[in-house]
Nanobody
C-alpha cells in the first residue's frame, strides 16, 4: 500500500501564500486519486481539493475556489497544494489522502502538516 508524507506547513501572514507537498511511496502515485483535507481546532475534517489519476478531474471546495490550486507530478510521486490569499480561519492541519476510485472513500492518509495563518 501507499504511504503519504506531507510537508511545507508553517506560519504565514493573512493574505500570504504557502505551498504544501505530499510525497508518496510504496506504490506509484498514478494509481490514486489524490485529495487534500484540513482540520481546524475543534472542527471536523473538511475537503479542500481533489485531482484525478492523470491530473484531470480537479475540483475544489467552494471556500477555496480561485485561491488554491492542486497539482500532481506522477513521475516524482508528489502532489502539491498552492494556497494563496490565506485567511486566518484557514489555520488547520492539512492532510493529503489517496483513493483508488474516483468517487469512493479515501483509503490512505498522511499524518498532516500544520498551517498557521496569523492576522
Amino acid at each position: 500500500q501507499v504511504q503519504l508524507v506531507e510537508s511545507g506547513g508553517g506560519l504565514v501572514q493573512a493574505g500570504g501564500s504557502l505551498r504544501l507537498s505530499c510525497a508518496a511511496s510504496g506504490r506509484p502515485l498514478s494509481e490514486y486519486v489524490m485529495g487534500w483535507f484540513r482540520q481546524a481546532p475543534g472542527k471536523e475534517r473538511e475537503f479542500v481539493a481533489r485531482i484525478g489519476w492523470g491530473g484531470g478531474s480537479v475540483i475544489y471546495a467552494e471556500s477555496v475556489k480561485g485561491r488554491f490550486a492542486i497539482s500532481r507530478d506522477n513521475a516524482k510521486n508528489t502532489v502539491s497544494l498552492q494556497m494563496n490569499s490565506l485567511k486566518a480561519e484557514e489555520t488547520a492541519v492539512y492532510y493529503c489522502a489517496a483513493r483508488n476510485s474516483l468517487q469512493g472513500p479515501y483509503d490512505f492518509w498522511g499524518k498532516g502538516t500544520l498551517v498557521t495563518v496569523s492576522s
